[in-house]
């Protein structure tokens, strides 16, 4: 079992059988089942024809630097809460 207590009173959660979905976390005091809550966050950029827009746009906004190393060029897309670069 994953959570170990119920995330509306605290109450230790014990394992229940629930029809059809096998067992359950369940809320003794609540008298409600705690299905497990999974947080996931993605973070991605889509890179296509129009990623030259998107350069132009923070660059025209002053949120794109970059920096050179070689023969590579590292960006960075970013800035201040005020529109100023960091």
């Known amino acids: ?5 119920c995330f509306e009173c605290g109450t ?5 059988e629930l029809e059809e ?4 976390p ?12 999974y ?9 296509d024809a129009t990623i030259r827009t998107f350069v132009m746009k923070f660059h025209e906004m002053g949120l794109l630097t970059a920096r050179k190393a070689g023969n590579r060029v590292f960006y960075h897309v ?3 809460s005020d529109g100023r670069p960091l």
């Open 78 to 80: 970013g800035g201040t």
């Open 12 to 16: 230790a959660l014990i394992e229940k």
């Open 21 to 24: 979905e096998g067992i359950v």
């Open 26 to 37: 369940y809320c003794p005091k609540c008298q409600q089942y705690r299905f497990p809550m």
């Open 39 to 47: 947080n996931v966050a993605v973070s991605m950029i889509v890179v």
């Open 1 to 5: 079992m994953i959570q170990k207590h």
